[in-house]
């Protein structure tokens, strides 16, 4: 009888175990692997229509399916694939949006360098460029300023809410649709709102003849320049290993948010002194931030950030950041102790 191939190597095994006593290892796992192979081929073949669905199936598998790692997307600030799915999974179960303005608040508050941060070099000291010493525009302004009317001093002042120095921008006012102003120069490219200069000027130079020195330093910022303040804390927040997610989330509670930051209207300045250039509490205790807290309201300027108020404006106490508001509200709201915000409930 003629006999399979696997049948004629299993005899050759045996045989060559009962040959060779030496070789009866070598030959019993040769026997054992030809039965194995054996067996499988037979049961492959017997099933072959089962394995090739099997099969079937983890080829759809594999091509139905996308194992791309997710990227970050800097268009829509997204972690993800770019599917429209991941997208959406993406923003419904992360906090990739704002999160809700009490946190914010109150989160801005613990922030110890708010939204001047990013314009500090890695020491925390202001870079040149963001400097501006008036001292050649000081030289342009006239000796005698012509003293503004006096305000009619009332019992009770008006205001008007739609007076452009009393516009209330924060987190929860961003700047209006159509909010125009002129931009004046100040030193190079540094800019304000033209119709504050005269008054920065004349405090300035108050300052100047009573022996201290002031610094202008990040007053206008366009939104692209917010926006790249804004960027790169992030990436900050990114190389102290926090997930982009993570970092999105941090910089919108201490950078100031694009769209609602004063410095975009021009109406913001901030001010350091030469020998102290550092935009933290230490300035409020240098002759310059004494100087200002008490005669800024006579230039109608108000230290916009004060100390206690946190819990109100939303920003931590900053005593280098100067809003114009024109000399009757500064004087009332200085004098008083108030905010902006206090004052808007109060007298508008
Ligand atoms: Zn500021």
Excluded at 140 to 167: G, H, I, M, N, Y
Aim: proline residues 4%; hydrophobic residues 40%.
């Amino acid at each position: 009888m003629h006999k399979k191939l696997h049948e004629k190597i299993r005899d050759h095994f045996i045989n060559l175990g009962k040959k060779y006593k030496i070789l009866l290892p070598v030959a019993v796992i040769g026997l054992f692997i030809t039965l194995l192979f054996t067996k499988m081929f037979h049961y492959i073949a017997s099933a072959s229509k089962r394995f090739a669905c099997a099969a079937f199936v983890i080829c759809c598998f594999f091509i139905g399916s996308s194992f791309a790692f997710p990227i970050f997307n800097p268009d829509n600030g997204f972690v993800t694939d770019g599917s429209e799915e991941t997208m959406i999974a993406a923003a419904n179960d992360s906090n990739l949006n704002f999160a809700p303005e009490d946190e914010i608040e109150s989160a801005a508050a613990e922030e110890t360098d708010t939204e001047n941060v990013a314009i500090k070099d890695e020491s925390g000291v202001l870079l040149d460029e963001d400097l501006v010493y008036l001292d050649d525009m000081l030289k342009d302004l006239p000796e005698s300023e012509e003293e503004e009317p006096k305000p009619v001093e009332t019992a009770a002042p008006t205001f008007d809410p739609f007076d452009w120095r009393l516009t209330l921008i924060n987190k929860q006012h961003p700047i209006p649709d159509g909010y125009e102003f002129v931009l004046g120069d100040l030193s190079g490219s540094m800019k304000c709102d033209e119709r504050i200069i005269n008054d920065l000027l004349t405090m300035v130079k108050a300052a100047m003849d009573d022996g201290v020195k002031l610094v202008i330093c990040s007053p206008y910022r366009d939104l692209e320049r917010q926006e790249m303040l804004f960027n790169r804390k992030i990436d900050a927040y990114m190389k102290k290993g926090y997930s982009y997610m993570d970092a999105y989330k941090l910089s919108s509670q201490a950078v100031t948010i694009p769209g609602s930051s004063e410095h975009q209207v021009g109406l913001a300045i901030d001010i350091v002194t030469d020998y102290y250039t550092y935009l933290d509490d230490g300035f409020a205790d240098t002759d310059a931030g004494k100087w200002l807290a008490e005669h800024c309201d006579e230039y109608g300027f108000i230290l916009r950030y004060p100390k206690d108020k946190e819990y109100i404006t939303g920003i931590e106490f900053e005593p280098w950041h100067f809003r114009y508001v024109g000399k009757q509200a500064a004087k009332l709201i200085m004098d008083s102790g108030i905010c902006l915000e206090e004052f808007w409930e109060k007298y508008l």
